[in-house]
C-alpha cells in the first residue's frame, strides 16, 4: 500500500479561537479542514505542515495546534514560516524540524525538511550551509526523496508574491536537478494549489487552510476557492501520485478588496 502524507499549510491561527484574518476564522477554517483530510475508513499515515503556523506568534497558538495534532494520533512534522516564532514552535509542537535541515522517514521513502524562512522578512533563503548539507545528504541517501520548505524556489506567475520567494530558489532547483531520486519539492505560502515539473520532479503548492490568493494575480488578491490541502500518495518503488481536495462548501467569506494583511 501506498503511503498516504496530507500537506496542510498556512492556517495563520490565532490565540483567540474567533481571530479573524480578512474575514476567515482561521481556527475554524482550520479545523474543517483538518476533519476533512482525516476522513474516510483509514487516516492519513502522516501529516505535513509547511509554515505560517500560527499568525498572532502568542504561545496559546502553538499550544492549541500542538495540542490538536497530538490528538489525531497521526505522526506530524511542522516547519516555520515567516510568521511563524522557532522558540514557540519548539516548546509547543511535536515533531517540529530542529535546525535549517532535518530528514524524517516516511516508510520507503525520505522527508528533507528545510527552514528558507529569514528572520523579519516575508520573503525566504537558502544558506550556503544547507545546500552544502542537502547536497551531501541526498549523496548518501538514495531512497525516493521528498523536500519541503515554506517558500516557493520558483515563480507562480504572481509577481507580488514572486517577489517573496526563495531569493537563491534557482540553486536549489539546480541540485535537485543532479539527484534522481527526488520526486517533488513541496511548499506553502502561495496559498494556492500549483503542480509543475521541473525535470525529474514535481513543484507543489498547496491550498491555504485559510484564505486563498487568486492565481496569476500582479498584485495582492483574494481568490474565492475554498479551503483545502494536498494529498500524496507514495508508492515504494518511487511512483508519486497527488491530488488537491478543498471544502464543498465553506459559510464565511473573505474581504476580497483587502489589499494585503
Known amino acids: 500500500m501506498p503511503f498516504r502524507l496530507v500537506q496542510l499549510t498556512d492556517p495563520h491561527l490565532f490565540a483567540d479561537p474567533s481571530g479573524q484574518l480578512l474575514g476567515i476564522t482561521t481556527r475554524r477554517s482550520f479545523e474543517s479542514v483538518l476533519t476533512l483530510a482525516l476522513s474516510g475508513s483509514t487516516p492519513p499515515d502522516a501529516l505535513l505542515l509547511t509554515g505560517d503556523l500560527v499568525h498572532d506568534e502568542t504561545p496559546a497558538g502553538y499550544r492549541y495546534l500542538g495540542e490538536r495534532l497530538r490528538r489525531t494520533g497521526v505522526p506530524h512534522f511542522c516547519i516555520g514560516g515567516n510568521h511563524d516564532v522557532p522558540a514557540l514552535m519548539t516548546e509547543h509542537l511535536d515533531s517540529v524540524a530542529p535546525g535549517p535541515l532535518a530528514l524524517r522517514r516516511l516508510g520507503h521513502w525520505n522527508l528533507i525538511l528545510l527552514d528558507s524562512s529569514i528572520p523579519e522578512s516575508d520573503g525566504g533563503s537558502?544558506?550556503?550551509?544547507?545546500?552544502?548539507?542537502?547536497?551531501?545528504?541526498?549523496?548518501?541517501?538514495?531512497?525516493?526523496?521528498?523536500?519541503?520548505?515554506?517558500?516557493?524556489p520558483t515563480a507562480i506567475g504572481s509577481a507580488w508574491i514572486d517577489r517573496i520567494g526563495v531569493a537563491n530558489g534557482a540553486e536549489l532547483l539546480a541540485l535537485c536537478e543532479g539527484h534522481a531520486q527526488v520526486k517533488a519539492i513541496l511548499f506553502g505560502h502561495i496559498?494556492?494549489?500549483?503542480?509543475?515539473?521541473?525535470g525529474g520532479y514535481l513543484l507543489l503548492g498547496a491550498p491555504s487552510t485559510c484564505l486563498q490568493f487568486r492565481p496569476g494575480s500582479p498584485e495582492f488578491?483574494?481568490?474565492?476557492?475554498?479551503?483545502?490541502?494536498?494529498?500524496?500518495?507514495?508508492?515504494?518503488?518511487?511512483r508519486l501520485e497527488t491530488r488537491v481536495a478543498r471544502l464543498e462548501q465553506y459559510s464565511e467569506m473573505p474581504l476580497y478588496l483587502a489589499g494585503g494583511y
Do not use: K, V
Request: glycine content about 4%; overall charge negative.
Open 191 to 198: 496559498h494556492q494549489d500549483f503542480s509543475a515539473r521541473h
Open 221 to 238: 488578491a483574494i481568490d474565492a476557492c475554498s479551503p483545502g490541502y494536498r494529498e500524496l500518495r507514495l508508492h515504494p518503488d518511487g
Open 126 to 152: 537558502l544558506t550556503p550551509t544547507q545546500l552544502t548539507q542537502l547536497a551531501q545528504l541526498l549523496d548518501d541517501e538514495r531512497a525516493p526523496t521528498l523536500i519541503a520548505l515554506h517558500h516557493h
